[in-house]
């Protein structure tokens, strides 16, 4: 269980504005790629987002291109969860090989500003938030196999004795 | 509730669980994983994994395709790491450089199946659906882990159908058809979706047509695309097949997310201006637009038919700009120079090329200079697609590309087929 503070966005919020494409061939490490996050979309977020923040949005978050750094951009700011009404499936999957967790709670949106706070428990799989309490729909057991491993190629090396 | 749609069913079928349904997640065998020129890089990735064998070697495909043969010694010695690794493997399908495009290659060789499931390191694995099976492009680090366990998850999308009715007018062909759709709902239409096609119309297209619109729905957005197969389909595989198969339909109620309609009677012929595919417009807006370059070739557009289509517009004339040609794979080759078809391309000034991708993705064998405009038969015109930024491209079916390249600009074919 852990507290956080949220940023909240609206529907069809695609990858240009998490991480803008002019960026992809020029900016690299994971630190200026963080540096740009949603820098088309809330530039207050860019400046001011801390680690452990999180995000709530509402339906088809991170719609466009296949992009993987509209995930690392958020993961390198320290974002521990995207909460959505719901995800485009190429983010989805983005998310969960980079050791993202894309939380699907179509409610939540309606019930929180940003700078508000909220309980995450993903193990017991609930948010509270408002006074309210959102279930958290479970993972099956391999895809929270990759979230806990941090993501596919960490998985990989545990099970295959790769890395470092 | 018991309908379901194919990508529906095959998935579940290739999980093994007994049923599913959109938005469940799965852990997906498939029946076939390809790779091509970028196997080496993967086979890097996959080494950081720690893993030392391929767990499936006999379901794993490579083609030498992309940049064939080698233009520089960088890409010599990408193709020689590759051969390397396929023998130390033991990789059940290799193609060698000249046997062409991956997605024609394995189709050809009867590599997969109906019913089945395939995943590629290529965005335009969609292509696989013109025989009813999945298929699916797919990361470099998604391909590494494919090949270290044989198994990917997966979330089943939402299915999106497309009917065509109607026999389409001539000079309308599975091309233009498949940029009406794009240029319709816009290139991100199909987004995850698997798009599954349905219609009289398709018994229409020839076995070569076919793949254009499942090939094409990369460019919708769509994760895999689905076109009911049928006899026809089945005796093209007979001979080659390895495996049994069971042919997979959506169950006629089944859900869709999207469900729509289209005449094909009613369509006219189209073209994707520059710098998009979804930048479509029927063809006589185009008429007339000056171009430097055409282009016949690809997995879209470099089967036996496209290159007869072409040769029947361009028999005993001369083109007024140099035309490349790049057969989609030898077996395409070898029937073109059998049936006469060569000779009446290169007859009037063609540029015949090695079976492969060509200068489709901006490699080589026909890269266009600053300024230059191509017409093209290939699937993607973005800026820069062809290996320079200035140069614009218009995709177009072959008929047009030929046309095109008799008069230096932009053409109807119906003036050249009477
Ligand atoms: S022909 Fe073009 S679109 Fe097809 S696989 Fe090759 S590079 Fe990709």
Redesign the pocket.
């Known amino acids: 269980m852990s507290q956080h503070c949220v940023w909240v966005y609206g529907d069809h919020v695609n990858t240009d504005v998490i991480f803008p494409g002019k960026y992809t061939y020029t900016l690299k490490s994971p630190e200026e790629i963080a540096s740009k996050a949603l820098e088309d979309l809330d530039p207050a977020f860019t400046r001011e987002a801390r680690p452990g923040d999180v995000i709530v949005a509402g339906r088809n978050w991170g719609c466009g291109s296949s992009r993987e750094q509209a995930v690392t951009a958020l993961t390198g700011r320290g974002v521990p969860a995207i909460i959505a009404a719901s995800f485009n499936g190429l983010y989805f999957r983005n998310c969960i090989n980079q050791g993202l967790h894309p939380i699907v709670c179509p409610a939540l949106v309606e019930h929180v500003r940003t700078g508000d706070e909220i309980e995450l428990d993903t193990a017991r799989g609930y948010i509270r938030a408002a006074g309210r309490v959102f279930p958290i729909p479970p993972l099956p057991p391999s895809v929270r196999a990759i979230l806990d491993a941090g993501g596919l190629m960490p998985m990989l090396q545990v099970r295959f004795g790769g890395g470092r | 509730m018991t309908a379901y749609t194919f990508a529906e069913k095959v998935l579940a079928r290739a999980a093994g669980v007994s049923a599913a349904r959109a938005g469940d997640v799965l852990d997906v065998q498939p029946d076939i994983i390809f790779s091509?020129d970028n196997s080496a890089a993967i086979r890097r990735i996959f080494l950081q994994t720690g893993a030392q064998r391929i767990a499936r070697p006999g379901r794993v495909a490579i083609t030498l395709?992309?940049a064939v043969p080698a233009p520089t010694t960088a890409h010599a010695q990408n193709h020689a790491e590759i051969r390397a690794w396929v023998r130390e493997q033991g990789i059940g399908h290799f193609y060698e450089v000249g046997r062409g495009?991956?997605?024609q290659v394995l189709s050809e060789e009867a590599v997969v199946l109906p019913g089945e499931v395939i995943l590629g390191a290529?965005?335009?694995s969609t292509h696989f659906g013109w025989l009813g099976a999945f298929g699916m492009g797919v990361g470099r680090t998604e391909m590494a882990a494919l090949w270290a366990t044989g198994v990917l998850w997966m979330q089943v999308p939402e299915s999106m159908r497309i009917t065509l009715n109607g026999r389409p007018r001539p000079g309308v062909t599975a091309k233009d058809i498949a940029l009406h759709i794009i240029g319709r709902w816009g290139a991100d239409g199909g987004q995850y979706r698997s798009v599954e096609f349905a219609g009289d119309t398709l018994a229409h297209f020839t076995l070569d047509e076919r793949p254009v619109l499942p090939n094409m729905m990369a460019e919708f957005g769509a994760q895999n695309a689905y076109m009911p197969p049928d006899q026809t389909v089945f005796d093209a595989l007979e001979a080659r097949r390895t495996r049994d198969y069971t042919p997979i339909y959506p169950d006629a109620d089944a859900i869709y997310a999207q469900d729509e309609t289209i005449d094909a009677a009613a369509l006219e012929p189209v073209i994707a201006l520059p710098d998009a595919p979804d930048n479509v417009v029927p063809l006589r807006e185009a008429l007339g637009q000056p171009v430097q370059q055409a282009f016949l070739?690809?997995?879209?557009n470099?089967r036996y038919a496209d290159l007869e289509a072409a040769a029947r517009v361009l028999e005993g004339r001369r083109i007024a700009i140099r035309l490349i040609v790049i057969p989609a794979s030898a077996e395409v080759y070898a029937r073109a120079a059998a049936s006469g078809v060569l000779t009446t391309l290169v007859a009037a000034g063609a540029a015949i090329g090695t079976p492969g991708?060509?200068p489709?993705?901006g490699n080589h064998m026909g890269i266009p200079a600053p300024n230059e405009a191509t017409i093209s038969s290939?699937?993607?015109n973005f800026r820069g697609r062809m290996g320079t930024p200035d140069a614009p491209v218009y995709l177009a079916n072959p008929y047009v590309v030929a046309a095109s390249a008799i008069t230096g600009c932009i053409s109807d074919p119906q003036e050249f087929l009477s």
Request: glycine fraction near 14%; charge should be negative; proline fraction near 0%.
């Open positions: 091509h395709d992309h495009i991956c997605h290529d965005s335009h070739g690809t997995c879209t470099g991708c060509g489709c993705m290939a699937n993607r």
